[in-house]
């Protein structure tokens, strides 16, 4: 297959000398942009894998996006999805209640243990080993009362 040949516009060219001043510009974009850069000054994909460490496969893309979206297109990164948040206000303002109450009766600070355990007797939801360390999903099954205020939800969790 023949090398893909671009020639960037004066805008475009422009545009990525002025990005490559910036400080705080993801690696991600830089190589990119060096990518189009290189290979507008004549570069071959070997000759640019070997200077930017990239996979070949990257720089055909890069390019053909280049040809098909344009330059902002190509060298920014999408918006990412991530996961969908699954609390409601109701459920951040009694995590937030419960971190910024006191902590359990001869701790300095809420630790993550401690904070399941809390939510847990809170929201009446699955054992604590049972939750995942970095999700806080599994804590709202249930639902404390709405009545309950940042003091009355956390005194005496961990009693009895």
């Not at 993801?26 to 070997?50: M, P, S, Y």
């Not at 999805?81 to 609390?87: C, E, L, Q, W």
């Not at 109450?101 to 049972?130: C, N, Q």
Request: charged share 30%.
């Amino acid at each position: 297959m023949a090398p893909i040949r671009i020639t960037l516009k004066e805008k475009d060219l422009a545009g990525i000398k002025q990005l490559m001043k910036k400080g705080d510009v993801n690696v991600r974009i830089i190589k990119r942009a060096q990518i189009l850069k290189f290979r507008h000054h004549g570069l071959g994909t070997d000759e640019i894998v070997e200077l930017l460490d990239v996979d070949p496969k990257l720089i055909s893309i890069t390019l053909n996006n280049y040809l098909e979206f344009g330059l902002k297109v190509t060298i920014e990164d999408a918006p990412r999805t991530g996961r969908p948040i699954h609390f409601d206000a109701r459920d951040r303002s009694n995590i937030v209640a419960l971190v910024c109450s006191e902590p359990p009766e001869g701790f300095a600070r809420w630790t993550v243990s401690f904070r399941k355990l809390g939510l847990k007797k809170i929201f009446l939801s699955a054992s604590v080993k049972d939750w995942p360390q970095n999700s806080m999903e599994a804590i709202f099954r249930g639902r404390p009362s709405p009545t309950l205020g940042a003091h009355a939800m956390t005194k005496g969790i961990f009693e009895g």
